[in-house]
């Protein structure tokens, strides 16, 4: 009797929390009035003392800035992830809540995402982590996380999205209104250049203007400008000598006052490092900062001190009050007919199964060997501790609570059963882990005859197979918030222990999971099928499965470029990553990426763009509206594509241009347009692309804006950034 009445305690304690949590603030007698959103706001401005004024620029607790009671304004709550509501914490401490009801749809992370190259499912996916969101009772989600992949050792690229800014932006769009669609606030970060871990709260980034414009900023221009994102978070380290969260550039004359923004600039967490510089360049809200009284932070007690004083103008407070305010009714705060949004339900869980179908990226797939046929294997052998690693909780800020993760071993056995006799050796162990404090350690407790023990067994065990998947790659130890990879090899051993798998048994496939490249020269030219699985999300294995069974055709494209090795990314070819001291200057300019792979002629292992299918497609011809386009308008670039192979599949069609003759040093070709269309076997589709004078353009630093220069360019388009199929010249000329 005593449990049963426990359990039913517990029951309505956990109904009495969601229904607190889903519950409006309607007190304001302004939020259901017919007033324009700027009319409210200042209704309320009106009667807010500096105090309360104060209060709500800083946080008043982990994720929580205050409101204001007696007239309505709660508390603004704030909430981690990229990529799924974060595990509820104490108020005032990082330990866990341990709450039983704060469970997440683990999404695919963020280079998974850019991988469908699917603005639709981008939306899809942001649709998602709105509705979680606002089920769990949270008004901001920190993200979506969209720096620049600069170098392929930073450690927080698996977060992130891709090298490519027009990629970025052409996905972080539809993210943000997905999320806020669902009455939640979507906030941008890191606001700007944090490509790297290494010394992130102290280092300070030099970069050219021509650079910042075409390469770092872009996407979040576009998120601001297209995608409407109420928040914008700024980054921890230094830009030309000043702190992200005190730059009058970053936060006021670019962002503010050139691109419009009208929401609120929240710091990165413990990132301000002053009251009256931070106040003036911008920030609007401190958070996180390492001290004890929420009233010593520097927007706190300090704040109003300086506004006493007359160092900061009670102009500016109101400013920042008015933006957070703004955002808040935006995002329908004070409405009684808010979203109440849906956690952990079947649709979630869909849309992050579909984003990991179209993510997966076959790299290499010699005479066909993927997808397997099932009449041909009795014993399948997998290999690797990825195959039983879940990967949810890792990788720092954006770790997720989930409902459920299924392991590549899962999805195996959930789509085989008792079909084929399926072995499992674990083949080598992570010996690393990771502490906030001190970083990723490598223990080393795994001793070197218990290591060849592990490689011993799977060889064994892979020579008596049919078959052979080896699931290998990264994990949470080299992909994490905090830390950069020292290198582009796979740890623990791996290389050695497929090496000697793919001698024991040449049927086998290497899938990697990881969010970054890595080095496969050691073995890629032995392997006859390499796949790309990313760190994939809940469905993660039955996904796997779905692909390498052929239930699924893969369609994912890489949205970085795999190098050969490291020394040939451009951050290490031009010697500035990650810095000298507390000093980092991106001396390759705009040569990011692919633009440096074919501009100088460099080969990478997999390029920008790649990826295959289980079927072919034949790129039939391109025609142009014109050869000729003039200022001021467009050219229409007409693509046919038939899908010649046996079975149906989806092609990310990629438009590049190549500006031929330019007074500045340019890439190759930039990608200006794509679009992922499915084909069925014999079915030819016509791709549309528009291409106007903006897409030819680059920064001209002497009239500070960007330009096209009269001359010839050419359209080029294909498969991926090294497999051109088609191209067309047309000149830019002179309007009449």
């Known amino acids: 009797m005593v449990k049963k009445n426990r359990i039913i305690a517990k029951s309505i304690a956990l109904s009495l929390m969601v229904i607190i949590m889903s519950t409006k603030f309607t007190n304001n007698v302004f939020a259901q009035s017919n007033d324009s959103v700027s009319d409210k706001v200042e209704k309320l401005m009106s009667q807010l003392t500096l105090n309360e004024k104060i209060s709500m620029l800083h946080g008043n607790s982990k994720f929580t800035i205050a409101g204001v009671e007696r007239l309505g304004i709660p508390e603004w709550k704030m909430s981690d992830g990229p990529n799924g509501v974060r595990e509820e914490i104490k108020r005032d401490s990082w330990d866990v809540a341990g709450w039983d009801n704060d469970f997440s749809t683990y999404l695919p992370r963020g280079t998974a995402l850019a991988a469908t190259w699917n603005i639709n499912l981008a939306h899809e996916y942001g649709t998602v982590l709105g509705r979680e969101a606002r089920a769990r009772g949270k008004d901001i989600i920190l993200g979506p996380g969209i720096n620049v992949h600069r170098s392929p050792l930073c450690g927080r690229n698996f977060e992130y999205m891709s090298e490519d800014p027009y990629l970025i932006s052409k996905m972080v769009v539809p993210y943000i209104k997905g999320v806020q669609e669902q009455d939640v606030a979507a906030c941008v970060k890191h606001y700007a250049f944090n490509n790297q871990e290494y ?3 102290k280092v300070n980034v030099e970069i050219d203007e021509r650079t910042i414009r075409e390469i770092y900023l872009p996407g979040f221009k576009a998120a601001v400008q297209e995608g409407n994102a109420l928040t914008v978070m700024s980054a921890y380290n230094k830009f030309r000598g000043k702190w992200c969260s005190e ?9 503010k006052n050139e691109w419009g923004f009208k929401g609120a600039v929240i710091s990165d967490w413990d990132g301000v490092h002053s009251t009256k510089d931070a106040a003036l360049a911008g920030l609007d809200i401190e958070m996180g900062t390492n001290k004890d009284n929420y009233n010593d932070y520097y927007f706190a007690n300090a704040l109003k001190a300086a506004v006493e004083d007359g160092e900061v103008g009670i102009e500016i407070i109101n400013d920042k009050v008015r933006r957070i305010l703004t955002s808040m009714f935006k ?3 004070f409405d009684e007919n808010r979203s109440e949004g849906e956690f952990i339900s079947e649709r979630n869980f869909a849309t992050a199964k579909k984003v990991a179908e179209e993510a997966v990226v076959l790299l290499k797939n010699e005479n066909k060997t993927l997808p397997l046929k099932l009449e041909n294997i009795k014993t399948l052998a997998v290999i690797g501790e990825n195959a039983v690693t879940k990967h949810a909780q890792g990788g720092g800020s954006c770790g997720v609570k989930t409902k459920y993760e299924i392991t590549p071993l899962e999805g195996l056995q959930n789509k085989l059963g008792d079909k ?5 050796a674990q083949g080598y162990k992570s010996t690393s882990t990771f502490d906030w404090a001190k970083g990723v350690i490598d223990t080393s407790e795994v001793n070197a005859n218990y290591k060849i023990e592990l490689k011993d067994e799977a060889v064994d065990l892979a020579k008596n197979a049919d078959c052979v998947i080896l699931f290998v790659g990264l994990n949470h130890h080299q992909d994490l918030e905090s830390a950069d990879r020292v290198d582009m090899n796979l740890p623990y051993g791996q290389d050695k222990l497929i090496k000697e798998v793919l001698e024991a048994n040449k049927n086998t496939v290497v899938f990697l999971i990881g969010g970054s490249p890595v080095d496969v020269s050691k073995w890629v030219d032995i392997a006859p099928a390499i796949v790309q ?7 993660a294995g039955n996904v ?6 052929g239930d699924v055709n893969p369609s994912g494209k890489l949205p970085f470029t795999f190098p050969k090795k490291l020394e040939d990314s451009p951050d290490y070819k031009f010697g500035d990553f990650p810095g000298n001291g507390l000093e980092v200057e991106y001396k390759e300019g705009v040569f990011v990426g692919y633009r440096y792979f074919d501009s100088y002629n460099v080969e990478p292992q997999f390029a920008f763009g790649h990826g295959l299918s289980y079927t072919t497609f034949n790129y039939q011809d391109v025609k142009l509206s014109g050869s000729i386009l003039t200022e001021g308008n467009n050219i229409e670039v007409v693509v046919s594509i038939e899908n010649n192979g046996t079975i149906a599949g989806s092609e990310v069609v990629q438009l590049y241009i190549e500006d031929v003759v330019s007074s500045v040093e340019r890439p190759k070709k930039e990608l200006k347009g794509f679009e992922k269309i499915l084909l069925e076997v014999g079915e030819t ?4 692309f528009q291409v106007d004078e903006s897409m030819l353009s680059f920064y001209d630093v002497e009239s500070k804006k960007f330009k096209a220069e009269l001359g010839k360019f050419i359209i080029h388009i294909g ?6 199929r088609l191209t067309k010249e047309f000149e830019l000329v002179k309007e009449n």
Not at 533 to 539: L, N, V
């Open 544 to 549: 796997f499965a779905e692909i390498l069974f």
């Open 533 to 539: 699985g990313w760190y994939a999300g809940s469905e």
């Open 685 to 688: 589709k016509e791709v549309k």
């Open 199 to 201: 010394e992130r709260f």
């Open 420 to 424: 084929v006799n399926l072995k499992f």
């Open 719 to 724: 498969s991926a950034s090294d497999d051109i």
């Open 331 to 333: 995002s329908k705060v």
């Open 247 to 255: 730059n009058t550039y970053l936060l006021t004359d670019i962002l």
